[in-house]
């Protein structure tokens, strides 16, 4: 089962987007992981994230291993399983807040808006929704 593509542009075929949730002492963390795939030759390089006028800095990472298995939705207990298209790669970017901000952590509703370039031009895409992962 492939998990549900809630984003496209013309410089992507597919993104995700999963959230994992983790209790603190004091607070609940999010971490906001976005799966990007794209058609083999291209290549974006992402610098940040807006979720609800909160920064983030991303981390990203090529996927070597595929079908990737991120773990069980929280939603309906099923699988996310992201297989890309045969011939794409499958990108990970991981989201760091820059500045904590109290709302930041808790609102996942939100869209998230990825800033970045591609052969030197600056783009921008939207991934709205996003599934919730079980904690491991």
Same mark, same amino acid.
């Given at each position: 089962m492939s998990a549900p593509c809630f984003g496209q542009s013309r410089y992507t075929q597919k993104l995700y987007h999963f959230i994992e949730k983790k209790a603190g002492e004091k607070d609940t963390m999010v971490t906001h992981f976005i799966f990007i795939e794209l058609p083999k030759d291209s290549?974006?390089?992402?610098?940040?994230?807006?979720?609800?006028?909160?920064?983030?800095?991303?981390?990203?990472?090529?996927?070597?291993t595929l079908p990737l298995e991120l773990g069980i939705q929280a939603k309906n207990q099923k699988k996310a399983v992201i297989t890309p298209k045969a011939g794409n790669t499958l990108w990970r970017l991981e989201l760091d807040l820059e500045q904590q901000s109290s709302s930041a952590f808790h609102d996942t509703? +939100?869209?998230?808006?990825? +800033?970045?370039?591609? +052969?030197?031009? +600056?783009?921008?895409?939207?991934?709205?929704?996003?599934?919730?992962l079980e904690p491991m």
């Open positions: 290549a974006c390089i992402w610098q940040t994230a807006v979720i609800d006028s909160s920064i983030y800095t991303i981390h990203s990472t090529q996927v070597e509703t +939100k869209p998230v808006v990825l +800033k970045g370039s591609f +052969k030197g031009r +600056k783009i921008s895409c939207t991934v709205s929704g996003a599934i919730e």
